[in-house]
């Protein structure tokens, strides 16, 4: 993901700013506990498509700052 993109990209919900992880092709939201996922190369930032993470994904995320 284009971290020039990433920089400017916030949750739809929240307004936070988002964190990509790179292995599930997701845009996180540690605030709102959404997943937006990746599509092609094409962030989904619709809360319709978008994938709530169970407590233990936030934590884990969170603390080591998903790349």
Same mark, same amino acid.
């Given at each position: 993901?284009? #971290? #020039?993109?990433?920089?400017? /990209?916030?949750?739809? %919900? =929240?307004?936070?700013? /988002? &964190?990509?992880? #790179?292995?599930?092709?997701? %845009? &996180?939201? !540690?605030? =709102? *506990?959404? !997943?937006?996922?990746?599509?092609? *190369?094409?962030?989904?930032? /619709?809360? =319709?498509?978008? +994938? %709530?993470?169970?407590?233990?994904?936030?934590?884990? #995320?969170? =603390? +080591? *700052?998903?790349?």
């Amino acid at each position: 993901m284009d #971290k #020039k993109i990433l920089s400017i /990209l916030v949750c739809p %919900l =929240s307004k936070a700013p /988002l &964190v990509y992880d #790179k292995q599930n092709q997701e %845009l &996180v939201c !540690a605030a =709102s *506990g959404l !997943a937006y996922p990746v599509r092609d *190369g094409i962030p989904v930032m /619709l809360e =319709s498509e978008a +994938r %709530l993470m169970t407590a233990d994904e936030k934590l884990k #995320k969170v =603390s +080591r *700052g998903v790349d």
